[in-house]
C-alpha cells in the first residue's frame, strides 16, 4: 500500500487546514488509520487515529478539540481537519494504515507511512 499526503501549507496562527491522505489499494479500507506529525528537532509525535470503519476516533490532548480525523473508504482516504492552529503545530505531517482495525497511537503499530505533508503556522 502507498499513501500520498497532501494539503500542507503555510497558514496563519488561527487558520484552517484540510489534510487528505489516498492510498493506492482498497485493503487500506480494512485498517485504522493514523496521522502522526515531526517538527524539527522532535519526535515523530502521535495525532490522531480512526478505526475501521470510523466508529472510533482518538487524539493527542494536544490537538483534542481543534482536529477531527475521518476517512471515506470509497475514496480510500483519510482527512486531518486542523482549525484553530497555532505555531507550535509547525511540523511535517505523516499519515499512516495500521496493522489492524482498532484506532491506536503506538508508531510500531503502524505498517505503511506516507512521506508526508508540511504545515507550518505563522504567529
Known sequence: VQLQAFG???VQTGG??????VASK???S????GWFRQAPGKEREFVASISWR????NYADSVKGRF????DDA?????LQMNSLKPEDTAVYYCAVARSSGITSR????QYWGRGTLVTVSS
Do not use: E
Open 26 to 28: 482498497r485493503t487500506a
Open 107 to 110: 508508531r510500531d503499530s503502524y
Open 54 to 57: 470510523g466508529g472510533s476516533t
Open 30 to 33: 480494512n485498517n485504522a488509520w
Open 8 to 10: 500542507g501549507g503555510l
Open 68 to 71: 477531527t480525523i475521518s476517512r
Open 75 to 79: 475514496k480510500g482516504t483519510a482527512y
Open 16 to 21: 484552517s487546514l484540510r489534510l487528505s491522505c
